[in-house]
């Protein structure tokens, strides 16, 4: 009924509601803070007041909570109208184990939502007893003496000695602190003037101050004498006292003993500086005490090698190092070193500060307003040391990202997609560190313009196959004759609303195919139907989910290992289904009946079908399956004739065996070709060789004949050449007759005859007879080269001759016949 009064409300409450926004986002103060709680320390037994004021749209109700939980009015709490909250009597442990310590956050709330204030932290003041108590020292004359103690308590105590019971002065420090500080900032203004200086004047006003300012007073509860004399024996105390009271320490001796020395000593330092982690405005004491003599000069740089800076520096007795207003700058390891005056003789120490910086905005949130169905986008940057952790409440509540509120880069940004009426409210950034938390609030405004449709009804999801679904839905209730169109919003279910992906349909149809869908998958649709004023309000979402799909038939490949055996062999397809497994059919062609299924893994792609009949011819198929069942098959056919008949003509044989074979027939007939060409060769040789002798034999016949006439001799001559030839000048001559015809041997000399002619003139009695040649009587006998060759070389001479005529004399020829 209550739905039913608020469609049916009158639109002059939408136009008040809208001009509220209006004037809301106008005036930019719809509800802020303008003053927040802050951490306090609250006395036992005081009364506490909490401060927080706010501003915005009336009427404002404010309230409190304390860790969480809401503070109820009572005679102990009291809230005023401005929101403050008064605590009449604070404890921190009351009667009912309760406390009026912890966390309080101002809670204000109008029209347009909710906020929350920064927390502020509220702790009773307490004092706790000293966990440092000073001891005794004993130092020599002109020496350092150093008091030390320590205790917590809340707020931090202020720490103060007296010596035998009487107050230690040390105001007059504070004077010629201020000194040394001047003569730095004269040393920095003035470089030049300064430069033959061998010592820093800041170091000749610490050595000429040290005389006066001789106890120092550090905030850390330290105290320091130099230059110790007689008078500064005593018992020292150490005094501290905060809101909580005031306490004592035990009390520590100081004896100077001896007189001052003259001796060389070499730079010592005693207390070196200690890590510091520091808030941002505190002021940070380093410490630095060193002992030698003549007394070591103390100087302070950074390890980074960064000016320390003088703005807020500060030199505490004759080395201690203050740092007032400390800043993240400030970070780093400082360096403290004890120089001999006027060598390089030095000893360093050194300690790390810390500071920490608490959250504070670059950049708040901003108030926005949206139409129905929009993008609604929040920007909330901040800064401090640590890096902040953001957080974001809505109307006070912490938010959780959820399908369509999404929160990036950090929580930095908050992103509300498709914004509806509900989205409309109060969102705080909170950014918050180790040093300190902040906060700041903007609101979005839902906007809702007159003549929208209404929201489209009865949305409804169909699935159609593996890969379609049908979503239909009704018209909205009213406002439907401005419709012009639907808009179908589809995303898969577990995918996030920005993937989300939409399909315009036209104003004539209430239902729209969803194709292109992935199987077995769930999927979210909604609509929303448009006017030219904007968008209805999204509609109730269907979810539905894709069938299931059989997988893709999968590439078949056979090959015939030999006449019973074929292996089968295939590749899946990455197409349709997920395969599970595999099955495999057979059969003889033409029986009807399959052998199988032989069921593999999705893993098998291959199996060998043995024990085959060679006579007939065989079909083989493989599909795939899944839980939806089983894909299509792919067919093979294959025959076993073609390997029996190629078994039958074709023996098997080693080829490599058959190439080594081949290679070593080869080899053998190259060997036998080679030998029979060499018995030919030889064969050949001697023939010639014994023709050759045969023809020698000849001429020495026919030399004996002709050597009985002296007169003739014989020349014998190239055929080749009739000029400038070779003369043979030895016993071997041929005779001759009348008609220039050669005598041939009618008999082969004996084996002596052989032996004069191979062994040379050596074997001759009487050397052989050139002055019977006659060139008139000369006849030319052509020899062969192997006749040449084969004539020992010794029984030849070299000579030259003139040029012979050959020729006939027929006349004289005849005249001897007559």
């Known amino acids: 009924m209550a739905s039913g009064r608020r469609r049916q409300a009158p639109c002059s409450l939408g136009i008040t509601l809208l001009l509220l926004a209006v004037f809301g986002m106008a005036c930019g103060g719809e509800l802020s803070f303008t003053l927040e709680p802050s951490d306090i320390i609250a006395v036992q037994e005081q009364p506490l007041m909490l401060h927080c004021q706010v501003e915005g749209i009336p009427p404002i109700t404010t309230q409190w909570r304390r860790n969480g939980a809401l503070i109820v009015e009572d005679q102990n709490y009291v809230m005023f109208a401005n929101g403050s909250l008064l605590i009449g009597h604070f404890q921190k442990t009351k009667s009912d184990g309760s406390s009026d310590e912890g966390d309080y956050e101002c809670i204000a709330q109008n029209f347009f939502g909710l906020v929350l204030s920064r927390k502020a932290r509220v702790q009773a003041a307490t004092m706790a007893d000293f966990h440092v108590q000073p001891r005794s020292v004993r130092a020599e004359l002109g020496g350092v003496g150093r008091f030390q103690c320590q205790i917590h308590g809340l707020p931090e105590p202020v720490i103060s000695w007296e010596r035998d019971g009487r107050p230690v002065d040390t105001s007059d420090d504070r004077y010629y602190r201020k ?59 150490c005094v501290a006292h905060n809101s909580a009271g005031v306490k004592h320490s035990t009390g520590a001796q100081l004896t ?49 090698g960064r000016p320390i800076g003088v703005e807020g520096i500060q030199v505490l007795g004759t080395g201690n190092l203050m740092i007032s207003d400390v800043r993240v700058q400030h970070s780093g390891v400082y360096v403290c070193a004890a120089n001999k005056p006027g060598t390089r003789v030095r000893r360093t120490a050194q300690g790390r500060l810390v500071v920490q910086a608490p959250a504070e905005f670059v950049q708040p949130p901003q108030s926005i307003a949206r139409p129905v169905g929009n993008t609604a986008i929040f920007t909330c940057l901040a800064q401090g040391e640590p890096v902040p952790q953001i957080t974001w409440l809505k109307n006070g509540q912490i938010l ?170 295939w590749e899946p397809s ?49 599909l795939a399956f899944n839980q939806h069942g089983e894909g299509n098959a792919t067919l093979r056919l294959v025959s076993l004739k073609e390997a029996v008949e190629k078994s039958v003509l074709n023996t098997p044989c080693d080829c490599v065996k058959d190439e080594q074979n081949k290679s070593s027939t080869t080899g053998i007939i190259i060997g036998i070709h080679i030998g029979v060409t060499c018995i030919i060769f030889c064969v050949l040789f001697l023939v010639f060789s014994y023709k050759g002798r045969l023809m020698m034999c000849k001429t020495v016949q026919a030399t004996r004949q002709a050597g009985r006439n002296p007169a003739a001799g014989v020349v014998l001559e190239s055929s080749s050449s009739s000029q400038g030839a070779l003369a043979l000048n030895g016993p071997h001559r041929f005779s001759s007759d009348r008609n220039g015809g050669t005598h041939t041997a009618k008999s082969c000399t004996d084996s002596n005859e052989m032996e004069r002619l191979f062994l040379g003139p050596s074997h001759f009695s009487h050397p052989p007879d050139t002055t019977h040649t006659n060139a008139s009587s000369l006849v030319s006998c052509p020899l062969n080269e192997t006749q040449m060759s084969t004539l020992p070389l010794d029984d030849f001479s070299m000579m030259e001759e003139c040029e012979v005529q050959f020729r006939q004399h027929p006349a004289d020829g005849q005249q001897d016949e007559d």
């Open 574 to 622: 990455s197409k349709m289904g997920q395969q599970e497994g595999f099955n495999l059919y057979y059969r003889k062609v033409p029986v009807p009946i399959f052998t199988g299924p032989l069921t593999f893994s999705r893993n098998v792609t291959q199996y060998n079908i043995t024990q085959l009949d060679p006579s007939f011819v065989y079909e083989i198929k493989v």
């Open 400 to 569: 959780e990202p959820d399908g369509h509120v999404k929160l990036r880069n950090n929580n930095s940004t908050l992103t509300i997609y498709g914004v509806t009426q509900d989205d409309e409210a109060i969102y705080q950034c909170i950014a918050e560190n180790s040093a300190g938390s902040t906060q700041a609030s903007a609101r979005l405004t839902v906007l809702w313009a007159d003549g929208l449709p209404g929201v489209p009804t009865g949305v409804r999801a169909e699935v159609l196959s593996p890969t379609s679904i049908q979503v239909s839905w009704n018209e909205p209730a009213q406002n439907t004759q401005d419709i012009i169109g639907y808009v179908l919003h589809i995303r898969k279910t577990a995918d996030p609303v920005e993937m989300e992906y939409q399909e315009a349909v036209s104003k004539m149809t209430l239902q729209q195919v969803i194709g292109d869908l992935e199987p077995s998958t769930s999927y979210s649709f909604y609509v929303k139907a448009y006017t030219s004023r904007g968008a209805s309000k999204a509609s109730e979402t269907a979810v539905e989910s894709t069938l299931g799909e059989v997988p893709a038939p999968p590439a078949l490949f056979t090959k015939v290992i030999n006449s019973t055996v074929v292996q089968a062999t």
């Open 256 to 304: 100077v003993s001896g007189s001052q020395s003259s001796v060389y000593k070499e730079p010592m330092i005693l207390v070196g500086p200690e890590n510091l982690t520091l808030t941002v405005h505190q002021t940070a004491i380093l410490e630095c005490v060193a002992t030698g003599y003549p007394r070591p000069i103390v100087s302070w740089s950074r390890l980074d």
């Open 179 to 237: 000194i040394l500080l001047h003569t730095m900032i004269f040393e920095r203004m003035h470089p030049v003037l300064l430069a033959n200086i061998h010592v820093s004047l800041s170091q000749w006003a610490c050595l000429c101050v040290s005389f006066l300012c001789r106890y120092t007073l550090l905030p850390t509860g330290v105290l320091q004498i130099t230059g110790v004399r007689p008078e500064d024996s005593g018992m020292y105390c």
